[in-house]
């Protein structure tokens, strides 16, 4: 081939790669154009709550009646399924006569993927370069059986390297939803993952303040334990949505350590009520920005017309 630059590359080992490369993007293309939403759910610091925030805005949105996928691309650390308390193995699935593999199923409305779905032994470490942790993430959508979703929610990683990296140029029309918690120290970081979204033309559909605030479980007084109001600060800052704040409660934890998450639960508390508000900010984003889209479309004059899907048209 004449783009391949290796002498040790022959010509018949260079069309065979071209062409698994090739089939795999009209696979990743056919997957992602039967989901509506992707979110990405980021932070440039650890530790601020991300997968708590994924697990139960994917959880939260199934449960009003949406079809949801989760996907863990944190390969070094995945948490989803513990938090979930999904112990499937993906070599103890029945794939006879199917192309796709099948995801995970929590529900009736959510599916879940992991690295720790294909682990034999779940506390092996992942020790893998860039490129295996491309091709995993480029596996994820282009072999698993997603079929129709309303919502994608991607749990990714701290920081702004490989895995966010790969989301950004393999699923174009993905949004980021960004979790920091108070304190200056995690905001500094936060914003590099603003600036990210920036560079790499990224929709910010808002920004999450977790870990804000604890209600006093004895005298029911907040109490500002890592501060108050750094999340929303910055949102307003970098001219974004602020989505809303969530404060501490150990109910959180105990969900997340059993496996049944709490922030999506029915329990009356301040911190379920103020995660249901996010996630009803976040369907609104989402519905306007869809809502914008589609009359931009028609006033272009889409050749689709009222049948016209704008996260995935190319009119």
């Known amino acids: 081939m004449g783009s391949c630059k290796s002498s040790s590359c022959s010509s018949d080992t260079c069309g065979s790669a071209d062409a698994a490369m090739a089939k795999q993007n009209l696979a990743i293309n056919t997957s992602l154009g039967k989901i509506k939403q992707k979110i990405l759910v980021m932070s440039g610091k650890g530790g601020v709550g991300k997968s708590t925030v994924s697990t139960n805005l994917a959880l ?5 009646g949406y079809k949801v996928g989760l996907m863990d691309v944190d390969l070094h650390g995945p948490d989803i399924c513990r938090m979930l308390n999904l112990t499937d193995k993906l070599h103890d699935t029945k794939i006879e006569g199917k192309q796709l593999f099948p995801p995970m199923q929590y529900g009736d409305n959510l599916k879940v993927i992991s690295l720790e779905y294909m682990m034999e032994d779940r506390d092996d470490p992942i020790i893998w370069r860039g490129p295996l942790k491309v091709q995993a993430i480029r596996q994820f959508i282009a072999d698993m059986d997603w079929g129709e979703l309303d919502y994608l929610i991607i749990d990714a990683p701290p920081g702004t390297g490989d895995e966010p990296l790969t989301v950004a140029q393999t ?19 936060v914003r590099k993952s603003l600036n990210f979204c920036k560079h790499v033309k990224m929709k910010v559909i808002g920004m999450v303040e977790n870990m804000s605030g604890f209600i006093c479980p004895h005298c029911n007084k907040n109490v500002e334990i890592f501060k108050a109001g750094g999340g929303e600060k910055t949102a307003s800052e970098f001219g974004i949505n602020f989505l809303g704040k969530v404060p501490i409660d150990p109910r959180i934890v105990i969900g997340g350590d059993d496996g049944s998450p709490y922030l999506s639960s029915q329990a009356d508390s301040p911190s379920v009520k103020a995660f249901a508000a996010i ?33 995935t048209c190319n009119c």
């Open 60 to 64: 939260g949105l199934a449960n009003k």
């Open 171 to 189: 699923i174009k029309d993905a949004q980021a939803v960004v979790v920091t918690t108070p304190q200056e120290v995690a905001l500094a970081d």
């Open 279 to 311: 996630i009803s900010n976040v369907e609104k984003q989402l519905a306007g920005t869809a809502s914008l889209s589609l009359k931009s479309a028609d006033a272009a004059g889409c050749a689709c017309g009222s049948s016209c899907n704008p996260t």
